[in-house]
């Protein structure tokens, strides 16, 4: 029974063996390069997802390589902008391997792919250095330049990938970070300072413009109300001499009269409904005013004051 178990065990162990030297698992996010005596053609291609069969090494050599987009990211680093403002940047590439073939012969490993692409995007970043601070950072999506800035990164590398025959291809470039150093800083601060002062400086002309304007407006409305009005008063009182001429022609035939006639108007607003007007007997005589011809005779004698009664009744 022993015998038997141990038979059987060897028997896995050497199949084991015999489907590791002879046998490889190819997943579906993999690409794998099958050499011959570590020479590649373009049948040693395999991308097929399965179980494929091999010679034992140093015949077939298999070397897998990912299907997915792998991802750079360089180091922060201190760059000058176009206007003369300092920015520590911070940038990043996505890639895969496009064609596994040239890249088996030219790089072989992932980690120098990536030691590649590093170089090269670090000069890239001179690309940066032509834009202005206003077109990294800016709260006004329309004045930033990011987007042409990633693009012409982007062409940049792959011409020169596609001059190197890695075999590799860029997916996307971009900016992962931007940072402002201290002394930026402060220089931004006194712009926005700078900027908001001559905002309010052209805000406080264009108040004081519309201000004299309106001034001037309500001034000439003003005048043409006032010379309306002048007008007018003009007009009424030539009416009025118009008309008080023609009572002075009456007034003129009897001066006394019309003189005695103003009195008694002037009297009657003197005295009110509730004042009592006392006249001695010798008085009375002043009816005859109201008897006599206008042209008749002169007026007669002086008559006596009214006397005040107590209690402020006349």
């Known amino acids: 029974m022993k015998n038997s178990f141990t038979i059987l065990a060897g028997l896995a162990i050497a199949a084991a063996l015999v489907s590791y030297m002879f046998l490889y698992q190819l997943r579906y996010d993999q690409v794998a390069v099958r050499t011959t005596f570590d020479r590649a053609d373009q049948g040693s291609v395999q991308d097929t997802p399965g179980l494929k069969w091999r010679l034992p090494w140093p015949i077939h050599k298999v070397t897998h390589y990912s299907k997915r987009i792998q991802l750079l990211e360089d180091k922060l680093e201190e760059l000058q902008t176009a206007d003369g403002k300092s920015v520590i940047v911070r940038t990043y590439l996505t890639w895969r391997i496009e064609n596994p073939l040239e890249f088996y012969v030219t790089l072989k490993d992932p980690a120098e792919a990536s030691r590649q692409l590093s170089s090269r995007l670090r000069e890239i970043r001179g ?9 990294l950072v800016n709260l006004d999506r329309d004045r930033l330049k990011l987007s042409a800035i990633e693009d012409e990164a ?3 590398l792959e011409a020169s990938l596609a001059k190197s025959g890695y075999g590799l291809k860029v997916e996307s470039v971009g900016i992962y970070k931007i940072v402002l150093p201290e002394s930026t800083t402060e220089k931004i601060f006194e712009t926005m300072i700078k900027t908001r002062e001559r905002l309010a400086e052209n805000a406080l002309q264009e108040g004081q413009a519309q201000a004299s304007a309106i001034r001037s407006e309500a001034q000439s409305s003003r005048d043409r109300i006032l010379a309306f009005a002048e007008r007018r008063a003009q007009a009424i009182r030539s009416q009025g001499d118009r008309e008080a001429s023609k009572e002075y022609e ?3 035939r009897n001066e006394e009269f019309a003189i005695f006639l103003r009195k ?5 607003k003197m005295l009110d409904h509730n004042t009592t007007f006392v006249l001695s007997a010798d008085s009375l005589g002043i009816l005859d005013w109201f008897n006599r011809d206008p042209g008749q005779g002169p007026k007669p004698a002086a008559y006596p004051e009214p006397s005040l009664q107590p209690g402020g009744r006349r």
């Open 154 to 156: 982007k062409a940049t």
């Open 127 to 135: 690309i940066i250095s032509r834009y202005r601070l206003d077109e």
């Open 250 to 252: 009456s007034f003129a």
């Open 264 to 268: 008694v108007e002037a009297l009657k």
